[in-house]
């Protein structure tokens, strides 16, 4: 919720110990007196299809509990027509929002510009099975509003309905919703929603509301203006960054340069001698300076000279881990994926005994940080009954369960203040930054806004896997696949992350399977094995996860064979796609959208990559390129295209793909952290550089709608994106791309 800060009757006492609004913000309101407010007002709060009771209002004693209630947040109507939907997905930037309010919009039957989208407060009666709680992440953003507010919507016009057949006396059947009224054709009467809140409000909500289909659309589907551009652009947004309460202080936090080492002293004297700073405080791993203001905490904790207790990941070198990594895969004695359905290991060790070929190839990829504009930060004020953090967080619920268990509260005793957040990632799904926020204003007995800069994000967080891969395709005498064998090693991301999500199957962590089993080329059989090689490094779930490398070996891999046959890159893959015809349909509108079949320039080459998820999803990238030397390019352009079903916003479907192929783009390009005697050798832009738009070559997105169901867009981007370039320099050298990234690999990009 952009700046309101919430409270309940039973919410701790902060709410009177320290001022209740952000910059700019309204003044809270308790829910009982929100919901008495609203009805006094003529507004309503219709809730899911199964209508639970709200714990929370019965114990306001709004309703008694076991009595069925209309009443919940996902949807208010206002006296005035205008409509709130509370929405679970946070503002990434992404412009989710703006599909939420076009989906209320489409089910209401009102104009667009009546509604309102804010984030739901963190409360049980929002949570979903999955994303698990209130979680942002997996693409899954439409989605969850497409199974929450959607129903929510359709059944508040279906009750408004019947509320005006009820007023008129008529059948529902001749009643119309339409620009926020309801119509009747016959009579030519007609209400406007406000002036039926009160019948409809008495009316049992439908069973099973029913959405509707894409076919049916009239405003989702349109590429509208998203809402919330305007304030990102002059500024008035409010991120977490932002957040200003009356006497706060501020908290800069340095981190032991080495993973696993423990704060043994620091000189405090130089620190509290600078005017402003307030305290030092040990975290364990890490020490913070509380000061007025933040650039003055930075300044004092600079003078700290820290002495660490080194742990047993303290001397790790990047040339040692790679060695490590490539002698597990070679190996091969990995854990095999734990699926008899997908995992044929017999039958594959005979394809690549009998095999006329086989393309074996090994990989390796780095540890790779998130790098978000925004750095870390949290907000937090705690008292003895309870606390609140203001924060851009991707896992609320995550987040204050962590916090409530840090601090000995429940869970409800902690109220989460979700802001826009300038950058996610994967990055913001942890909430390590804001443990350390909670535990430093508990210290201080006053609101501290903690900050991480971004050299301590980029060598204290988490990061993407390092792996490497070993694949083996074996092929028969017409350089078709006949099975796959994968062999991949790297660390647990399952094993650091504090994210609720499904746990490792039967010891595999299934985020290296991603991109290999269920993609949509026909590859007969599989061998899937993993091997643990853990080096202490925190590991997290990165944008896309483990299709961001995953794609990259099985498409690089399928480009070899294609050579290998002597046949055109698309040509190859359309032989594996027969038996798919939607993906087989998408690669022939990608080809002819770039222009696949016509010559190309001297010195002019080009890649082709795909990220298919069965016969649902599908993104690809055509990247061209121009070598003016060995070992040197340019990009020309590139052509990404994504089939993503029913599309809610083509314009911002096209937004999230361009921003998803510079994210996959810069890690392909210069993406890696790298350790040199146990500590991040990069720390900021500078040493961890994103491509500029300089180096940015034009952009043209295809989007393929359709009436399937709708698929994520936001992880598709990354994926498809290196490889195709990895491909492109293929057809430039001869040879395989086999190490990103490509500053390591003998290749450099010029302008």
């Not at 609140?388 to 967080?393: D, H, K, N």
């Not at 949509?520 to 094995?529: A, E, G, N, T, V």
């Not at 796609?577 to 010195?603: D, H, I, Q, Y």
């Amino acid at each position: 919720m952009r700046n309101a800060v919430l409270f309940s009757d039973d919410s701790p006492d902060i709410a009177t110990d320290i001022a209740t609004t952000t910059t700019a913000g309204p003044k809270p309101s308790t829910r009982r007196n929100f919901l008495k407010s609203s009805l006094l007002a003529g507004a309503w709060i219709l809730g899911s299809s199964a209508l639970p009771v709200l714990d929370s209002l019965a114990a306001d004693g709004a309703i008694k509990p076991g009595t069925p209630s209309p009443f919940d947040f996902w949807l208010s109507m206002a006296a005035d027509g205008t409509v709130t939907a509370y929405t679970t997905v946070t503002n990434l930037g992404q412009g989710t929002h703006t599909a939420i309010a076009q989906i209320v919009a489409e089910e209401l039957e009102m104009p667009l510009q009546n509604v309102r989208i804010e984030h739901a407060p963190v409360i049980k009666q929002f949570h979903r099975e999955w994303p698990t709680g209130i979680t942002t992440l997996g693409s899954a953003g439409f989605y969850t509003a497409q199974t929450s507010i959607a129903p929510a919507c359709a059944a508040a016009r279906q009750m408004l309905l019947q509320a005006a057949a009820l007023r008129w006396q008529v059948s529902v059947e001749s009643c119309l919703a339409r620009h926020g009224q309801v119509l009747h054709a016959a009579s030519g009467q007609k209400l406007a929603y406000a002036d039926l809140l009160a019948v409809a409000a008495t009316l049992p909500p439908p069973d099973k509301p029913v959405i509707k289909k894409p076919k049916e659309w009239k405003i989702l589907g349109q590429s509208v203006p998203r809402a919330d551009i305007p304030s990102r652009v002059d500024g008035s947004a409010v991120y977490g960054i932002d957040v200003q309460i009356p006497d706060m202080l501020v908290a800069a936090v340095i981190h032991a340069p080495k993973f696993g080492s423990s704060l043994q002293s620091v000189e405090v004297a130089p620190a509290m001698a600078i005017k402003g700073v307030h305290k030092v405080i040990s975290l364990g791993n890490a020490v913070a300076v509380v000061a007025d203001r933040y650039w003055i905490a930075a300044k004092a904790a600079n003078l700290l000279k820290p002495v660490w207790n080194e742990g047993a990941h303290a001397q790790i070198n990047t040339a040692d881990m790679r060695k490590q990594l490539l002698q597990a895969v070679a190996a091969g004695e990995g854990k095999a994926f734990p699926s008899p359905k997908r995992q044929d290991s017999v039958a594959t060790k005979l394809a690549l005994d009998t095999a006329s070929m086989i393309i074996d190839t090994s990989y390796e990829v780095p540890f790779l940080a998130h790098a978000t504009m925004e750095p870390l930060n949290a907000t937090a004020a705690v008292t003895a009954k309870g606390a609140q953090v203001w924060l851009s967080t991707q896992s609320q619920t995550d987040t204050q369960n962590g916090i409530a268990k840090a601090l000995g509260f429940a869970p409800e005793q902690v109220q989460i203040h979700t802001q826009n957040a300038g950058g996610g990632f994967g990055r913001r799904l942890e909430h390590d930054f804001a443990l350390e926020a909670a535990l430093i204003a508990r210290e201080m007995g006053v609101p501290v806004k903690t900050i991480w800069s971004r050299e301590n994000d980029m060598r204290a967080g988490y990061y993407r896997p390092m792996t490497a891969s070993r694949v083996q395709l074996a092929l028969d005498k017409d350089f078709m696949p006949m099975a796959m064998r994968h062999d991949t090693a790297g660390p647990s991301l399952l094993e650091y992350t504090r994210v609720t999500n499904n746990p490792a199957i039967e010891g595999f962590d299934w985020s290296f399977s991603m991109g290999w089993l269920g993609n949509s080329y026909h590859i007969p059989k599989f061998d899937l094995r993993w091997t643990r090689v853990d080096f202490g490094v925190p590991s997290a779930y990165w944008r896309s996860v483990g299709n961001s490398q995953n794609c990259f070996f099985l498409e690089h891999t399928l480009e070899q064979a294609a050579r290998a046959a002597g046949m055109d890159a698309l040509d190859y893959r359309r032989r594996l796609l027969e038996k798919n015809p939607r993906a087989l349909a998408f690669v022939n509108a990608m080809s002819e959208r770039a222009g696949w079949t016509k010559p190309l320039a001297k010195n002019h080459y080009r890649g082709f990559a795909m990220n298919g998820s069965g016969a649902r999803l599908f993104s690809a990238h055509i990247v061209e390129i121009m070598v003016s030397k060995p070992g040197q390019f340019r990009l020309v352009k590139i052509i990404a295209g994504i089939d993503t079903g029913a599309v809610a916003n083509p314009k911002a479907v096209e937004a999230q793909m361009m921003g998803g192929t510079l994210f996959g783009l810069t890690a392909a390009l210069f993406g890696e952290i790298s350790f040199k005697d146990g500590q991040v050798e990069q720390q900021n832009f500078d040493s961890y550089p994103l491509i500029n738009l300089a180096q940015t070559p034009p952009i043209d997105v295809m989007v393929m709608a359709s009436d399937k169901d709708p698929q994520g867009v936001g992880e598709e981007g990354p994926p498809s994106i290196m490889p195709a370039l990895a491909n492109a320099l293929l057809a430039a050298s001869g040879k395989p791309v086999t190490r990103l990234p490509l500053t390591q690999a003998g290749w450099q990009l010029v302008s």
